[in-house]
Protein backbone atom coordinates (compact mmCIF):
# COMPACT_ATOMS: atom_id res chain seq x y z
CA UNK A 1 0.00 0.00 0.00
CA UNK A 2 2.79 2.68 0.89
CA UNK A 3 4.45 1.90 -1.87
CA UNK A 4 1.51 2.42 -4.37
CA UNK A 5 1.45 5.56 -2.48
CA UNK A 6 5.06 6.69 -3.59
CA UNK A 7 4.16 6.12 -6.78
CA UNK A 8 1.39 8.34 -6.52
CA UNK A 9 2.93 10.86 -4.81
CA UNK A 10 1.78 12.49 -1.36
CA UNK A 11 -0.19 9.72 0.88
CA UNK A 12 -2.81 12.65 1.22
CA UNK A 13 -3.52 12.61 -2.03
CA UNK A 14 -3.52 8.87 -2.56
CA UNK A 15 -6.05 9.04 0.45
CA UNK A 16 -7.90 11.29 -0.63
CA UNK A 17 -8.25 9.35 -4.05
CA UNK A 18 -9.36 6.15 -2.94
CA UNK A 19 -12.12 7.57 -1.00
CA UNK A 20 -13.42 9.58 -3.71
CA UNK A 21 -13.88 6.45 -6.08
CA UNK A 22 -14.76 3.96 -3.50
CA UNK A 23 -17.77 6.65 -2.12
CA UNK A 24 -18.78 7.40 -5.67
CA UNK A 25 -19.15 3.58 -6.58
CA UNK A 26 -21.52 3.35 -3.45
CA UNK A 27 -23.48 6.27 -3.72
CA UNK A 28 -23.91 6.33 -7.17
CA UNK A 29 -25.45 2.96 -6.81
CA UNK A 30 -28.19 2.58 -4.60
CA UNK A 31 -28.74 -0.73 -3.53
CA UNK A 32 -32.18 -2.17 -2.86
CA UNK A 33 -31.96 -5.81 -1.31
CA UNK A 34 -30.18 -7.18 1.20
CA UNK A 35 -27.20 -9.82 1.14
CA UNK A 36 -27.65 -13.45 0.22
CA UNK A 37 -25.84 -15.64 2.01
CA UNK A 38 -23.71 -18.87 0.68
CA UNK A 39 -21.26 -21.14 1.92
CA UNK A 40 -18.84 -19.77 0.04
CA UNK A 41 -19.36 -16.49 0.05
CA UNK A 42 -19.45 -16.77 3.71
CA UNK A 43 -15.67 -17.02 3.97
CA UNK A 44 -15.53 -13.48 3.56
CA UNK A 45 -16.93 -12.81 6.74
CA UNK A 46 -15.43 -15.60 8.55
CA UNK A 47 -12.19 -14.48 7.14
CA UNK A 48 -12.55 -11.52 9.15
CA UNK A 49 -13.08 -12.95 12.47
CA UNK A 50 -10.27 -15.35 11.95
CA UNK A 51 -7.53 -12.94 10.96
CA UNK A 52 -8.79 -10.55 13.93
CA UNK A 53 -8.08 -13.74 16.49
CA UNK A 54 -4.54 -14.95 14.72
CA UNK A 55 -2.86 -11.26 14.45
CA UNK A 56 -3.68 -11.05 18.45
CA UNK A 57 -1.95 -14.00 18.91
CA UNK A 58 1.04 -13.12 16.88
CA UNK A 59 1.48 -9.89 19.01
CA UNK A 60 0.46 -11.38 22.59
CA UNK A 61 2.33 -14.90 22.09
CA UNK A 62 5.22 -14.67 20.97
CA UNK A 63 8.48 -15.41 22.65
CA UNK A 64 11.78 -12.81 23.56
CA UNK A 65 13.81 -12.44 20.65
CA UNK A 66 11.74 -12.25 17.98
CA UNK A 67 14.83 -12.06 15.30
CA UNK A 68 15.95 -15.40 16.03
CA UNK A 69 14.35 -16.62 13.00
CA UNK A 70 16.14 -13.82 10.76
CA UNK A 71 18.78 -16.13 11.13
CA UNK A 72 17.31 -18.89 9.15
CA UNK A 73 16.94 -19.16 5.27
CA UNK A 74 15.04 -22.37 5.40
CA UNK A 75 14.16 -25.17 7.84
CA UNK A 76 17.73 -27.20 6.82
CA UNK A 77 19.68 -23.91 8.32
CA UNK A 78 17.26 -24.43 11.40
CA UNK A 79 18.08 -28.15 11.58
CA UNK A 80 21.73 -27.66 11.20
CA UNK A 81 21.74 -24.83 13.59
CA UNK A 82 19.77 -27.06 15.96
CA UNK A 83 22.61 -30.43 15.53
CA UNK A 84 25.33 -28.00 15.93
CA UNK A 85 23.96 -26.69 19.26
CA UNK A 86 23.39 -29.87 19.98
CA UNK A 87 27.24 -30.92 19.63
CA UNK A 88 28.64 -28.30 21.97
CA UNK A 89 30.71 -28.85 24.91
CA UNK A 90 28.65 -28.33 27.39
CA UNK A 91 25.04 -27.97 26.00
CA UNK A 92 23.49 -24.40 25.54
CA UNK A 93 20.84 -24.23 27.72
CA UNK A 94 17.42 -24.68 27.46
CA UNK A 95 16.42 -21.28 27.10
CA UNK A 96 18.76 -21.14 23.68
CA UNK A 97 17.07 -24.01 22.57
CA UNK A 98 13.61 -22.92 23.08
CA UNK A 99 14.35 -19.74 21.31
CA UNK A 100 15.64 -22.02 18.25
CA UNK A 101 12.24 -24.26 18.26
CA UNK A 102 10.10 -20.89 18.25
CA UNK A 103 11.69 -19.53 15.22
CA UNK A 104 10.76 -22.84 13.53
CA UNK A 105 7.30 -22.64 15.09
CA UNK A 106 6.91 -19.13 13.25
CA UNK A 107 8.01 -21.22 10.25
CA UNK A 108 4.77 -22.45 9.82
CA UNK A 109 4.59 -26.02 8.84
CA UNK A 110 7.47 -27.51 10.66
CA UNK A 111 5.74 -28.15 13.69
CA UNK A 112 6.03 -32.27 13.40
CA UNK A 113 9.74 -31.47 13.19
CA UNK A 114 9.79 -29.06 16.24
CA UNK A 115 8.26 -32.36 18.17
CA UNK A 116 10.81 -34.63 17.14
CA UNK A 117 13.86 -31.73 17.93
CA UNK A 118 12.17 -31.70 21.44
CA UNK A 119 13.10 -35.73 22.03
CA UNK A 120 16.51 -35.11 20.78
CA UNK A 121 16.77 -32.56 23.34
CA UNK A 122 15.42 -34.83 26.15
CA UNK A 123 17.52 -37.88 25.12
CA UNK A 124 20.79 -35.26 25.01
CA UNK A 125 20.12 -34.73 29.01
CA UNK A 126 18.17 -31.90 28.38
CA UNK A 127 15.15 -31.02 30.52
CA UNK A 128 12.84 -29.16 29.21
CA UNK A 129 11.00 -26.03 31.33
CA UNK A 130 7.51 -25.01 30.83
CA UNK A 131 8.39 -22.50 27.83
CA UNK A 132 9.69 -25.70 25.69
CA UNK A 133 6.68 -27.64 26.91
CA UNK A 134 4.39 -25.03 25.92
CA UNK A 135 5.83 -25.14 22.48
CA UNK A 136 5.56 -28.39 22.19
CA UNK A 137 1.31 -28.04 23.29
CA UNK A 138 1.21 -25.00 20.38
CA UNK A 139 2.58 -27.52 18.24
CA UNK A 140 -0.06 -30.14 18.76
CA UNK A 141 -2.55 -27.54 19.20
CA UNK A 142 -1.45 -26.23 15.22
CA UNK A 143 -1.44 -29.81 14.31
CA UNK A 144 -5.11 -30.15 15.24
CA UNK A 145 -4.23 -33.10 18.14
CA UNK A 146 -5.26 -31.45 21.20
CA UNK A 147 -5.81 -34.71 22.90
CA UNK A 148 -1.27 -34.93 22.69
CA UNK A 149 -1.41 -31.09 23.68
CA UNK A 150 -2.90 -31.82 27.07
CA UNK A 151 -0.98 -35.16 27.64
CA UNK A 152 2.04 -32.20 27.69
CA UNK A 153 -0.33 -30.49 30.10
CA UNK A 154 0.14 -33.84 32.10
CA UNK A 155 3.88 -33.87 31.65
CA UNK A 156 4.10 -30.00 32.85
CA UNK A 157 2.43 -31.30 35.98
CA UNK A 158 4.22 -34.64 36.55
CA UNK A 159 7.22 -32.82 36.33
CA UNK A 160 6.55 -30.22 39.11
CA UNK A 161 5.90 -27.05 36.50
CA UNK A 162 3.63 -24.89 36.98
CA UNK A 163 1.11 -24.57 34.17
CA UNK A 164 1.24 -20.93 33.30
CA UNK A 165 -1.41 -18.22 31.49
CA UNK A 166 -0.15 -19.29 27.76
CA UNK A 167 -0.61 -22.80 28.39
CA UNK A 168 -3.62 -22.90 29.26
CA UNK A 169 -4.57 -20.25 26.53
CA UNK A 170 -2.88 -21.90 23.83
CA UNK A 171 -5.15 -25.12 24.89
CA UNK A 172 -8.10 -23.03 25.20
CA UNK A 173 -7.36 -21.91 21.62
CA UNK A 174 -6.61 -25.10 20.47
CA UNK A 175 -9.95 -26.52 21.32
CA UNK A 176 -11.97 -23.44 20.28
CA UNK A 177 -10.14 -24.36 16.39
CA UNK A 178 -11.36 -27.63 16.67
CA UNK A 179 -14.95 -26.31 17.76
CA UNK A 180 -14.82 -28.28 21.63
CA UNK A 181 -16.22 -24.99 22.96
CA UNK A 182 -18.31 -26.41 25.97
CA UNK A 183 -14.27 -27.90 26.85
CA UNK A 184 -12.52 -24.87 26.09
CA UNK A 185 -15.20 -23.07 28.79
CA UNK A 186 -14.72 -26.11 31.14
CA UNK A 187 -11.09 -25.56 30.69
CA UNK A 188 -11.44 -21.47 31.19
CA UNK A 189 -12.91 -22.32 34.33
CA UNK A 190 -10.60 -24.88 35.78
CA UNK A 191 -7.93 -22.20 34.79
CA UNK A 192 -9.98 -19.66 37.13
CA UNK A 193 -10.00 -22.27 39.85
CA UNK A 194 -6.38 -22.96 39.82
CA UNK A 195 -5.95 -19.22 40.55
CA UNK A 196 -4.57 -18.49 37.16
CA UNK A 197 -5.71 -15.28 36.28
CA UNK A 198 -7.11 -14.53 32.75
CA UNK A 199 -5.52 -11.89 30.40
CA UNK A 200 -6.79 -10.28 27.65
CA UNK A 201 -5.91 -12.65 24.98
CA UNK A 202 -7.38 -15.52 27.28
CA UNK A 203 -10.70 -13.25 27.51
CA UNK A 204 -10.70 -12.69 23.79
CA UNK A 205 -10.52 -16.31 22.53
CA UNK A 206 -13.03 -17.72 25.19
CA UNK A 207 -15.69 -14.58 23.61
CA UNK A 208 -15.00 -15.86 20.32
CA UNK A 209 -16.01 -19.08 21.24
CA UNK A 210 -19.05 -18.26 22.96
CA UNK A 211 -19.59 -16.05 19.47
CA UNK A 212 -19.03 -19.19 17.52
CA UNK A 213 -21.50 -21.09 19.63
CA UNK A 214 -24.14 -18.47 18.96
CA UNK A 215 -23.90 -17.38 22.48
CA UNK A 216 -23.11 -13.86 22.10
CA UNK A 217 -25.12 -12.46 25.07
CA UNK A 218 -22.66 -15.27 27.02
CA UNK A 219 -19.98 -13.44 25.53
CA UNK A 220 -20.83 -9.63 25.93
CA UNK A 221 -21.56 -10.52 29.58
CA UNK A 222 -17.83 -11.88 29.89
CA UNK A 223 -16.36 -8.71 28.18
CA UNK A 224 -18.57 -6.51 31.03
CA UNK A 225 -16.70 -9.25 33.53
CA UNK A 226 -13.43 -8.51 31.88
CA UNK A 227 -13.89 -4.57 33.12
CA UNK A 228 -14.91 -5.38 36.87
CA UNK A 229 -11.85 -7.73 37.39
CA UNK A 230 -9.36 -5.08 35.65
CA UNK A 231 -8.44 -6.92 32.37
CA UNK A 232 -9.62 -3.64 29.83
CA UNK A 233 -10.68 -5.60 26.56
CA UNK A 234 -8.76 -4.46 23.39
CA UNK A 235 -9.63 -3.76 19.97
CA UNK A 236 -9.30 -7.30 18.91
CA UNK A 237 -11.93 -8.34 22.02
CA UNK A 238 -14.21 -5.83 21.14
CA UNK A 239 -14.38 -6.55 16.90
CA UNK A 240 -15.11 -10.20 17.48
CA UNK A 241 -18.43 -8.95 19.38
CA UNK A 242 -19.27 -6.64 17.06
CA UNK A 243 -18.84 -9.30 14.13
CA UNK A 244 -20.85 -11.83 16.13
CA UNK A 245 -23.88 -9.38 16.86
CA UNK A 246 -23.56 -8.67 13.02
CA UNK A 247 -24.04 -11.82 12.03
CA UNK A 248 -26.85 -12.27 14.38
CA UNK A 249 -28.50 -9.45 12.80
CA UNK A 250 -28.14 -7.46 15.74
CA UNK A 251 -26.55 -4.10 14.03
CA UNK A 252 -27.70 -1.57 16.10
CA UNK A 253 -26.68 -3.43 18.95
CA UNK A 254 -23.24 -3.77 17.19
CA UNK A 255 -22.94 -0.22 16.59
CA UNK A 256 -23.37 0.69 20.23
CA UNK A 257 -20.79 -1.53 21.26
CA UNK A 258 -18.52 0.39 18.36
CA UNK A 259 -19.38 3.76 19.78
CA UNK A 260 -18.73 2.74 23.33
CA UNK A 261 -15.54 0.93 22.13
CA UNK A 262 -14.32 4.53 20.66
CA UNK A 263 -15.18 5.99 23.80
CA UNK A 264 -13.05 4.46 25.66
CA UNK A 265 -10.10 5.76 23.44
CA UNK A 266 -9.54 2.49 21.65
CA UNK A 267 -9.12 3.10 17.85
CA UNK A 268 -11.32 0.70 15.73
CA UNK A 269 -9.48 -1.42 12.90
CA UNK A 270 -10.30 -2.22 9.05
CA UNK A 271 -11.88 -5.28 10.76
CA UNK A 272 -13.70 -3.35 13.20
CA UNK A 273 -15.14 -0.95 10.06
CA UNK A 274 -15.22 -4.29 7.71
CA UNK A 275 -17.64 -5.94 9.96
CA UNK A 276 -20.11 -2.90 10.61
CA UNK A 277 -20.33 -2.29 6.71
CA UNK A 278 -20.71 -5.91 5.89
CA UNK A 279 -23.95 -6.06 8.94
CA UNK A 280 -25.32 -2.43 7.60
CA UNK A 281 -25.14 -3.86 4.05
CA UNK A 282 -27.31 -7.04 5.18
CA UNK A 283 -30.35 -4.56 5.90
CA UNK A 284 -29.48 -2.58 3.05
CA UNK A 285 -28.77 0.79 5.14
CA UNK A 286 -26.17 2.12 2.23
CA UNK A 287 -26.17 5.50 3.39
CA UNK A 288 -24.98 4.26 6.64
CA UNK A 289 -22.56 2.14 5.28
CA UNK A 290 -20.93 4.82 3.18
CA UNK A 291 -20.53 7.08 5.98
CA UNK A 292 -18.55 4.30 7.71
CA UNK A 293 -16.44 3.45 4.64
CA UNK A 294 -15.51 7.36 4.63
CA UNK A 295 -15.11 7.47 8.08
CA UNK A 296 -12.58 4.64 7.79
CA UNK A 297 -10.61 6.07 5.02
CA UNK A 298 -10.52 9.50 6.48
CA UNK A 299 -8.94 7.95 9.65
CA UNK A 300 -6.24 6.63 6.98
CA UNK A 301 -7.55 3.07 7.90
CA UNK A 302 -7.38 1.48 4.34
CA UNK A 303 -9.90 -1.43 3.22
CA UNK A 304 -7.81 -4.49 3.32
CA UNK A 305 -8.53 -7.52 0.73
CA UNK A 306 -11.39 -8.45 3.29
CA UNK A 307 -13.18 -4.97 2.55
CA UNK A 308 -12.52 -4.97 -0.87
CA UNK A 309 -13.98 -8.71 -1.71
CA UNK A 310 -16.75 -7.57 0.40
CA UNK A 311 -17.98 -4.41 -1.53
CA UNK A 312 -17.31 -6.96 -5.05
CA UNK A 313 -19.70 -9.06 -3.45
CA UNK A 314 -22.77 -6.56 -2.44
CA UNK A 315 -22.52 -4.99 -5.92
CA UNK A 316 -22.26 -8.34 -8.03
CA UNK A 317 -25.53 -9.68 -5.75
CA UNK A 318 -27.10 -6.55 -6.36
CA UNK A 319 -26.74 -7.05 -10.24
CA UNK A 320 -24.33 -3.75 -10.30
CA UNK A 321 -21.21 -5.70 -11.84
CA UNK A 322 -19.36 -2.33 -13.40
CA UNK A 323 -19.56 -0.77 -9.67
CA UNK A 324 -18.06 -4.41 -8.81
CA UNK A 325 -15.41 -4.13 -11.64
CA UNK A 326 -14.49 -0.16 -10.63
CA UNK A 327 -13.90 -1.57 -7.03
CA UNK A 328 -11.60 -4.43 -8.17
CA UNK A 329 -9.54 -1.62 -10.34
CA UNK A 330 -9.40 0.71 -7.33
CA UNK A 331 -7.59 -2.15 -5.30
CA UNK A 332 -5.36 -3.02 -7.77
CA UNK A 333 -4.54 0.67 -8.12
CA UNK A 334 -3.42 0.76 -4.39
CA UNK A 335 -1.53 -2.14 -4.56
CA UNK A 336 -4.42 -4.72 -2.76
CA UNK A 337 -3.78 -7.84 -4.76
CA UNK A 338 -7.19 -9.49 -5.11
CA UNK A 339 -7.49 -13.12 -4.19
CA UNK A 340 -9.54 -16.31 -5.33
CA UNK A 341 -12.45 -15.29 -3.32
CA UNK A 342 -12.11 -11.71 -5.48
CA UNK A 343 -12.31 -12.83 -8.33
CA UNK A 344 -14.86 -15.40 -7.87
CA UNK A 345 -17.40 -12.71 -6.30
CA UNK A 346 -17.36 -10.82 -9.83
CA UNK A 347 -17.01 -13.70 -11.99
CA UNK A 348 -20.16 -14.92 -10.08
CA UNK A 349 -21.72 -11.52 -10.73
CA UNK A 350 -20.77 -11.39 -14.85
CA UNK A 351 -22.52 -15.07 -14.30
CA UNK A 352 -25.48 -13.59 -12.73
CA UNK A 353 -26.22 -11.33 -15.80
CA UNK A 354 -25.11 -13.97 -18.09
CA UNK A 355 -22.10 -12.55 -18.91
CA UNK A 356 -20.44 -15.51 -19.11
CA UNK A 357 -17.77 -14.43 -22.12
CA UNK A 358 -16.53 -11.44 -19.56
CA UNK A 359 -16.37 -14.26 -16.55
CA UNK A 360 -14.17 -16.06 -18.85
CA UNK A 361 -11.94 -13.43 -19.34
CA UNK A 362 -11.58 -12.16 -15.64
CA UNK A 363 -10.74 -16.15 -15.11
CA UNK A 364 -7.94 -15.91 -17.29
CA UNK A 365 -6.86 -12.81 -15.77
CA UNK A 366 -6.85 -14.73 -12.39
CA UNK A 367 -4.53 -17.65 -14.14
CA UNK A 368 -2.16 -15.05 -15.60
CA UNK A 369 -1.92 -12.93 -12.27
CA UNK A 370 -0.44 -16.07 -10.27
CA UNK A 371 -3.94 -16.37 -8.35
CA UNK A 372 -4.39 -20.41 -8.12
CA UNK A 373 -8.66 -20.76 -9.34
CA UNK A 374 -10.55 -23.38 -7.16
CA UNK A 375 -13.22 -25.77 -7.33
CA UNK A 376 -15.99 -22.58 -6.77
CA UNK A 377 -14.05 -21.16 -9.52
CA UNK A 378 -14.66 -23.51 -11.73
CA UNK A 379 -17.93 -24.56 -10.91
CA UNK A 380 -18.87 -20.17 -11.04
CA UNK A 381 -17.59 -20.83 -14.73
CA UNK A 382 -19.36 -24.09 -15.39
CA UNK A 383 -22.88 -22.79 -14.19
CA UNK A 384 -22.36 -19.66 -16.53
CA UNK A 385 -21.86 -21.55 -19.44
CA UNK A 386 -25.01 -23.93 -18.48
CA UNK A 387 -27.18 -21.00 -18.32
CA UNK A 388 -26.29 -19.98 -21.88
CA UNK A 389 -26.92 -23.32 -22.75
CA UNK A 390 -22.95 -23.97 -24.00
CA UNK A 391 -22.76 -26.95 -22.67
CA UNK A 392 -19.74 -28.83 -24.40
CA UNK A 393 -17.52 -25.53 -23.02
CA UNK A 394 -18.92 -26.49 -19.48
CA UNK A 395 -17.88 -30.24 -19.62
CA UNK A 396 -14.57 -29.11 -20.89
CA UNK A 397 -14.03 -27.13 -18.61
CA UNK A 398 -15.19 -29.54 -15.73
CA UNK A 399 -12.44 -32.05 -16.85
CA UNK A 400 -10.42 -29.43 -17.29
CA UNK A 401 -10.73 -29.02 -13.23
CA UNK A 402 -10.04 -32.33 -12.89
CA UNK A 403 -6.65 -32.57 -14.86
CA UNK A 404 -5.74 -29.86 -12.58
CA UNK A 405 -5.90 -31.84 -10.14
CA UNK A 406 -9.39 -30.59 -8.21
CA UNK A 407 -12.02 -32.19 -6.66
CA UNK A 408 -15.43 -31.92 -8.18
CA UNK A 409 -18.41 -31.16 -5.96
CA UNK A 410 -21.11 -31.81 -5.40
CA UNK A 411 -22.38 -28.77 -7.13
CA UNK A 412 -20.01 -28.73 -10.15
CA UNK A 413 -22.00 -32.19 -10.79
CA UNK A 414 -25.42 -31.54 -10.23
CA UNK A 415 -24.69 -28.25 -12.06
CA UNK A 416 -23.98 -30.21 -15.15
CA UNK A 417 -26.98 -32.83 -14.73
CA UNK A 418 -28.84 -30.07 -14.77
CA UNK A 419 -27.58 -28.75 -17.91
CA UNK A 420 -28.03 -32.17 -19.61
CA UNK A 421 -31.57 -32.79 -18.38
CA UNK A 422 -32.88 -29.34 -19.61
CA UNK A 423 -31.59 -30.06 -23.22
CA UNK A 424 -33.41 -33.35 -22.94
CA UNK A 425 -29.77 -35.68 -22.86
CA UNK A 426 -30.65 -37.83 -20.23
CA UNK A 427 -28.02 -40.46 -21.32
CA UNK A 428 -25.19 -38.18 -20.91
CA UNK A 429 -26.93 -36.85 -17.47
CA UNK A 430 -27.18 -40.50 -16.04
CA UNK A 431 -23.72 -41.27 -16.74
CA UNK A 432 -22.41 -38.15 -15.01
CA UNK A 433 -24.88 -39.49 -12.33
CA UNK A 434 -23.10 -42.72 -11.77
CA UNK A 435 -19.54 -40.89 -12.49
CA UNK A 436 -20.63 -39.71 -9.57
CA UNK A 437 -20.79 -42.29 -7.86
CA UNK A 438 -18.03 -44.28 -8.78
CA UNK A 439 -15.84 -41.31 -8.46
CA UNK A 440 -16.83 -41.92 -4.41
CA UNK A 441 -19.07 -38.52 -4.16
CA UNK A 442 -22.61 -38.03 -2.52
CA UNK A 443 -25.21 -36.98 -4.41
CA UNK A 444 -27.59 -34.38 -2.27
CA UNK A 445 -31.17 -33.98 -2.59
CA UNK A 446 -30.70 -30.92 -4.99
CA UNK A 447 -29.07 -33.55 -7.39
CA UNK A 448 -32.21 -36.45 -7.03
CA UNK A 449 -34.71 -33.42 -7.78
CA UNK A 450 -32.49 -32.12 -11.17
CA UNK A 451 -32.35 -36.18 -12.48
CA UNK A 452 -35.87 -37.13 -11.05
CA UNK A 453 -37.49 -34.08 -12.68
CA UNK A 454 -35.60 -34.51 -16.25
CA UNK A 455 -36.77 -37.91 -16.54
CA UNK A 456 -40.24 -36.71 -15.74
CA UNK A 457 -40.61 -33.88 -18.10
CA UNK A 458 -39.38 -36.40 -20.58
CA UNK A 459 -42.17 -39.12 -19.82
CA UNK A 460 -39.70 -41.33 -18.06
CA UNK A 461 -41.99 -41.67 -14.96
CA UNK A 462 -40.72 -45.63 -14.01
CA UNK A 463 -37.22 -44.22 -13.95
CA UNK A 464 -38.03 -41.09 -12.13
CA UNK A 465 -40.12 -43.86 -9.52
CA UNK A 466 -37.14 -46.13 -9.44
CA UNK A 467 -34.83 -43.32 -8.84
CA UNK A 468 -36.92 -41.85 -5.98
CA UNK A 469 -37.38 -45.33 -4.49
CA UNK A 470 -33.21 -45.77 -4.80
CA UNK A 471 -33.01 -42.33 -2.91
CA UNK A 472 -35.08 -43.63 -0.11
CA UNK A 473 -32.50 -46.19 0.38
CA UNK A 474 -29.93 -44.06 0.93
CA UNK A 475 -29.57 -42.08 3.89
CA UNK A 476 -31.25 -39.21 2.02
CA UNK A 477 -34.61 -38.57 2.94
CA UNK A 478 -36.85 -37.33 0.21
CA UNK A 479 -38.56 -33.54 0.48
CA UNK A 480 -41.40 -31.59 -0.37
CA UNK A 481 -39.59 -30.74 -4.02
CA UNK A 482 -39.09 -34.19 -4.57
CA UNK A 483 -42.74 -35.47 -4.06
CA UNK A 484 -44.30 -32.44 -5.81
CA UNK A 485 -42.27 -33.35 -9.19
CA UNK A 486 -43.32 -36.90 -8.89
CA UNK A 487 -47.08 -36.35 -7.97
CA UNK A 488 -46.99 -33.68 -10.61
CA UNK A 489 -46.04 -35.63 -13.60
CA UNK A 490 -48.15 -38.48 -12.76
CA UNK A 491 -51.39 -36.81 -12.15
CA UNK A 492 -50.17 -35.46 -15.69
CA UNK A 493 -49.83 -38.69 -17.39
CA UNK A 494 -53.37 -39.47 -15.66
CA UNK A 495 -51.99 -42.40 -12.98
CA UNK A 496 -54.17 -40.66 -10.26
CA UNK A 497 -53.95 -44.01 -8.09
CA UNK A 498 -50.22 -43.34 -7.72
CA UNK A 499 -50.16 -40.12 -6.90
CA UNK A 500 -52.49 -40.43 -4.37
CA UNK A 501 -50.71 -43.19 -2.99
CA UNK A 502 -47.53 -40.76 -2.91
CA UNK A 503 -49.70 -37.66 -1.15
CA UNK A 504 -50.59 -40.46 1.98
CA UNK A 505 -47.14 -40.97 1.99
CA UNK A 506 -46.07 -37.69 2.76
CA UNK A 507 -47.69 -37.60 6.32
CA UNK A 508 -46.49 -41.24 6.74
CA UNK A 509 -42.82 -39.32 6.29
CA UNK A 510 -43.72 -36.92 8.78
CA UNK A 511 -43.88 -34.02 6.13
CA UNK A 512 -46.41 -31.56 6.25
CA UNK A 513 -48.02 -30.68 2.34
CA UNK A 514 -47.34 -27.14 1.49
CA UNK A 515 -50.32 -24.52 -1.25
CA UNK A 516 -48.49 -26.05 -4.03
CA UNK A 517 -48.86 -29.48 -3.34
CA UNK A 518 -52.06 -29.99 -2.40
CA UNK A 519 -53.38 -27.83 -5.29
CA UNK A 520 -51.23 -30.07 -7.49
CA UNK A 521 -53.24 -33.47 -6.54
CA UNK A 522 -56.46 -30.87 -6.41
CA UNK A 523 -56.11 -30.58 -9.78
CA UNK A 524 -55.50 -33.89 -10.71
CA UNK A 525 -58.22 -35.13 -9.15
CA UNK A 526 -60.80 -32.41 -10.62
CA UNK A 527 -59.34 -33.51 -13.88
CA UNK A 528 -60.76 -37.25 -13.51
CA UNK A 529 -63.87 -35.58 -12.57
CA UNK A 530 -63.86 -36.27 -8.01
CA UNK A 531 -65.14 -33.20 -7.39
CA UNK A 532 -66.04 -34.81 -4.18
CA UNK A 533 -62.65 -35.30 -3.29
CA UNK A 534 -60.93 -32.55 -4.83
CA UNK A 535 -63.29 -30.72 -2.58
CA UNK A 536 -62.30 -32.62 0.65
CA UNK A 537 -58.94 -32.34 0.10
CA UNK A 538 -59.31 -28.04 -0.68
CA UNK A 539 -61.08 -28.07 2.88
CA UNK A 540 -58.71 -30.21 5.00
CA UNK A 541 -55.95 -27.04 3.66
CA UNK A 542 -57.25 -25.07 5.89
CA UNK A 543 -57.26 -27.46 8.93
CA UNK A 544 -53.47 -28.23 8.23
CA UNK A 545 -52.85 -24.66 8.30
CA UNK A 546 -51.82 -24.63 5.13
CA UNK A 547 -54.85 -21.98 3.83
CA UNK A 548 -55.41 -21.89 0.03
CA UNK A 549 -54.17 -18.75 -1.80
CA UNK A 550 -55.98 -17.21 -5.39
CA UNK A 551 -54.11 -20.17 -7.35
CA UNK A 552 -55.78 -22.82 -5.66
CA UNK A 553 -59.47 -21.23 -5.52
CA UNK A 554 -58.75 -20.53 -9.56
CA UNK A 555 -57.59 -24.11 -9.75
CA UNK A 556 -60.77 -25.94 -8.05
CA UNK A 557 -63.41 -23.56 -9.44
CA UNK A 558 -61.85 -24.12 -13.42
CA UNK A 559 -62.53 -27.51 -12.34
CA UNK A 560 -66.40 -27.65 -10.39
CA UNK A 561 -67.05 -25.63 -13.92
CA UNK A 562 -65.79 -28.16 -16.28
CA UNK A 563 -67.65 -30.66 -14.79
CA UNK A 564 -70.89 -28.18 -14.84
CA UNK A 565 -70.95 -28.06 -11.19
CA UNK A 566 -72.22 -24.23 -10.97
CA UNK A 567 -73.48 -24.41 -7.97
CA UNK A 568 -70.58 -25.38 -6.05
CA UNK A 569 -68.26 -23.14 -8.43
CA UNK A 570 -70.33 -19.75 -7.73
CA UNK A 571 -69.89 -20.61 -4.01
CA UNK A 572 -66.21 -20.71 -4.46
CA UNK A 573 -65.90 -17.89 -6.57
CA UNK A 574 -67.77 -15.65 -3.72
CA UNK A 575 -64.95 -17.42 -1.05
CA UNK A 576 -62.26 -16.34 -2.80
CA UNK A 577 -63.78 -12.80 -3.44
CA UNK A 578 -64.13 -12.22 0.52
CA UNK A 579 -60.49 -13.32 0.55
CA UNK A 580 -59.52 -10.57 -1.77
CA UNK A 581 -58.36 -12.97 -4.48
CA UNK A 582 -58.66 -12.61 -8.12
CA UNK A 583 -60.24 -15.01 -10.31
CA UNK A 584 -58.11 -15.38 -13.35
CA UNK A 585 -59.09 -15.57 -17.16
CA UNK A 586 -59.03 -18.96 -17.01
CA UNK A 587 -62.00 -18.75 -14.48
CA UNK A 588 -64.05 -15.69 -15.65
CA UNK A 589 -64.45 -17.77 -18.82
CA UNK A 590 -66.47 -19.56 -17.64
Keep these: MLAAARRRGSEAFFIQRCQMKIMGMILLSPITSSLSSTNHYNSISSFTSSSSSSSSSRSRYKHKNDDASSSFRNIDDALASFNHMLRRKPLPCIIQFNKLLSAIVRMRQYYDAVISLSKQMELAGLSPNTCTLNILINCFCLMQHVNLGFSVLAKVIKLGLQPTIITFTTLINGLCKAGEFAQALELFDDMVARGCQPDVYTYTTIINGLCKMGETAAAAGLIKKMGEVG ?185 LIHAFCQLGKLREARELFKDMHTNGYHPDLCTYSVLLEGFCKQGYLGKAFRLFRAMQGTYLKPNLVMYTILIDSMCKSGNLNHARKLFSELFVQGLQPDVQIYTTIINGLCKEGLLDEALEAFRKMEEDGCPPNEFSYNVIIRGFLQHKDESRAVQLIGEMRDKGFVADEGTTAW
Excluded at 315 to 326: I, P, T
Aim: charged share 20%.
Design 231 to 415: CQPDVVTYSTLIDSLCKDRLVNEALDIFSYMKAKGISPTVVSYTSLIQGLCNFSRWKEASAMLNEMTSLNIMPDIVTFSLLIDIFCKEGNVLEAQGVLKTMTEMGVEPNVITYNSLMHGYSLQMEVVEARKLFDVMITRGCKPDVFSYSILINGYCMVKRIDEAKQLFNEMIHQGLTPNTVSYTT
